[in-house]
């Protein structure tokens, strides 16, 4: 191949192939600017012309998916990137079987998202897009007013039903709920490919730790209903993000993805050099960037680089850049591939 474009390197890296170097992206949340679709597409084009990112990870409101069914916040009032929960669906563990399938055209929220992908696809024609997705169980666990992470609550939750109680009381009806949030989303991912993505993100959040959900629990329910999504996702490439410590990316290696993202300095997570099969996502540790450390982030992403010289690789922040990040840090992080590519 003569002069590679971004979209040839995306396609040929998650394929299993070499491009001609490397590619990096960064994401955040901009947390004035995602409440509707115009400043959301407005602010993701922006940030990525900027920073000349080789692909985007649509960073839409943490909330979308669980606003879907009825969850309702106040985004006046954040703490970290939640904004405060004032309503969950799910009060006691039977409205589970209030959950029922939706169609992503007819979902104001879903509605919303593959808007700002339509905007966003407008701005930047010819850069790879990816739109992120959270698991089923995951959005059932924010119905509930749970988070997905051990030692860690929904901020404005109070008195969640536990997850204990969901599956002891009804296990049935959690089974009914996540199938008809996995058949929404499956449509969603669908909508999203017409709209002009190119693939889709799947964030499985702390779920995959076994503190929160031990092996045989994780594969009766998240595995089934991940899988409903992820076919249904297979026009466009699949990148999967196991969040967190003991976020087992190993767990993973026969779903149908193309990548796989997790934190490569987390307690409990192995490095860049873990034996898996589809293309690693990586290589810097995203808390570097709230320090502004960029000494750190210089030697993390070379060290990466150096790691992954003789296979496909794509450079990134493991989990996504806390909002204080400086524009010298995201610098540091996109130079390091040109660098690479500069010394060769």
């Not at 959005?139 to 109070?158: I, W």
């Not at 999203?192 to 702390?206: K, S």
């Not at 190993?250 to 293309?279: M, Q």
């Not at 000494?295 to 806390?322: D, K, Y």
Request: charged share 20%.
């Amino acid at each position: 191949m003569g002069e590679w474009n971004k979209k040839q390197r995306f396609a040929a890296l998650l394929s299993g192939e070499r491009a001609d170097r490397p590619i990096v992206s960064g994401w955040r949340h901009i947390l004035d600017k995602e409440q509707n679709a115009k400043d959301l597409a407005e602010a993701t084009v922006a940030f990525t012309k900027q920073f000349d990112w080789d692909w985007v990870k649509i960073n839409p409101r943490a909330t979308y998916y669980a606003e879907s069914w009825g969850n309702t916040y106040d985004f006046q009032d954040y703490r970290s990137v939640f904004p405060k929960q004032t309503r969950a669906v799910i009060q006691k563990a039977s409205d589970v079987w209030d959950i029922h399938e939706k169609k992503a055209i007819e979902s104001t929220p879903l509605k919303e998202q593959l808007e700002a992908v339509k905007q966003i696809r407008q701005g930047l024609p010819d850069t790879p897009l990816v739109q992120t997705i959270f698991s089923p169980l995951t959005v059932l666990l924010f119905l509930a007013g749970q988070s997905a992470y051990v030692n860690d609550t929904v901020y404005g939750s109070e008195n969640p039903v536990t997850i204990a109680a969901l599956l002891s009381e009804q296990r049935t009806g959690v089974h009914h709920a996540l199938h008809a949030i996995a058949m929404t989303l499956a449509d969603y991912v669908i909508e999203l490919n017409r709209a002009g993505a190119d693939g889709i993100f799947y964030a499985v959040t702390g779920t995959a730790n076994p503190d929160m959900f031990e092996a045989a629990a994780f594969n009766e329910f998240s595995r089934p209903y991940d899988l409903i999504v992820l076919e249904a996702a297979q026009q466009g490439k699949r990148i999967l993000h196991t969040c967190g410590a003991h976020a087992q990316p190993e767990r993973f290696s026969d779903y149908p993805i193309d990548g796989i993202s997790w934190d490569t300095k987390a307690a409990g997570n192995p490095d860049l050099d873990a034996a898996l099969n589809a293309t690693k996502i990586g290589g810097v540790d995203h808390a570097l960037f709230a320090a502004n450390d960029i000494g750190r982030i210089h030697a993390q992403a070379e060290e990466a680089l150096s790691i992954m010289a003789n296979q496909p690789f794509i450079l990134a922040p493991n989990c996504s850049i806390p909002v204080n990040v400086t524009d010298e840090a995201l610098i540091q992080l996109r130079q390091s591939v040109l660098e690479k590519e500069t010394m060769e």
